[in-house]
């Protein structure tokens, strides 16, 4: 059945790096855009960054604009999302999900992974 | 930006009908995503394209979208509904950006 698995999350200092990459199976990776979304602690699902199936196309939110480098290696069945001069407030779990598409760009996002933790401390 | 305006909260008894808005500007014009969040589990996609459902998603999950209002609409609802609710769109302005509304904390009473 279709999976999307992240990892790469954990506890970092202010200032500091993260690479997150998330793993789709059951399904070819090739075929769907692949989005992030991060949740704070006790806020709402954000938005993140997507990045088109052939990974010619790539936008970020305001917030990690800059600050944040989206890819993907559809050979590995693999999305990352390189995250650098990570502040407090990137403290979430943060998402992957498969958007299908059409000539319009992305659509809903129908399969989502169980998230990995970022924290990032003072 | 485009923003997305959620009620916080939503209440309502077991077996009664529960409606959830998202307000913003033409709405309609949009295509509009809904998805159901318990906590510590990951979002499930519960109506996509306004009023489309998922394979697996029961027919009591249902969405309408005009004007500058999109409701997603639960009948008969069950305590396992309880859980929050989040709308989705994609905004384009110069570039295509995701934005999500706030999220609703349906309870069931």
């Known amino acids: 059945q279709v999976q999307v698995v992240e990892s790469g999350g954990g506890l970092v200092e202010a200032g500091g790096s993260l690479r997150l990459s998330c793993i789709g199976s059951g399904f070819s990776l090739s075929d769907y855009y692949m989005s992030w979304i991060r949740q704070a602690p006790g806020k709402g699902l954000e938005w993140i960054s997507y990045i088109s199936s052939r990974g010619s196309t790539k936008n970020y939110a305001d917030s990690l604009k800059g600050r944040a480098t989206i890819s993907r290696d559809n050979a590995q069945q693999s999305v990352f999302l390189q995250l650098n001069s990570l502040r407090v407030e990137d403290t979430a779990v943060y998402y992957c999900?498969?958007?299908?598409?059409?000539?319009?760009?992305?659509?809903?996002?129908?399969?989502w992974g169980q998230g990995t933790v970022v924290t990032v401390s003072s | 930006s485009y923003v997305l305006t959620q009620e916080p909260s939503v209440s309502v008894a077991p077996g009664q009908t529960a409606r959830i808005t998202c307000g913003g500007d033409k709405i309609g014009s949009k295509s509009v995503h809904w998805y159901q969040k318990h906590p510590g589990q990951a979002p499930v996609l519960v109506v996509f394209d306004d009023s489309d459902r998922p394979s697996g998603i029961p027919d009591r999950f249902s969405g309408s979208n005009s004007g500058n209002t999109a409701t997603l609409t639960i009948s008969r609802v069950e305590v396992g509904d309880e859980a929050d609710y989040y709308c989705h769109v994609w905004h384009r302005s110069g570039d295509l950006l995701g934005v999500f509304g706030g999220g609703t904390k349906l309870t069931v009473l």
């Open positions: 999900a498969t958007s299908y598409y059409d000539s319009g760009g992305p659509r809903a996002f129908d399969f």
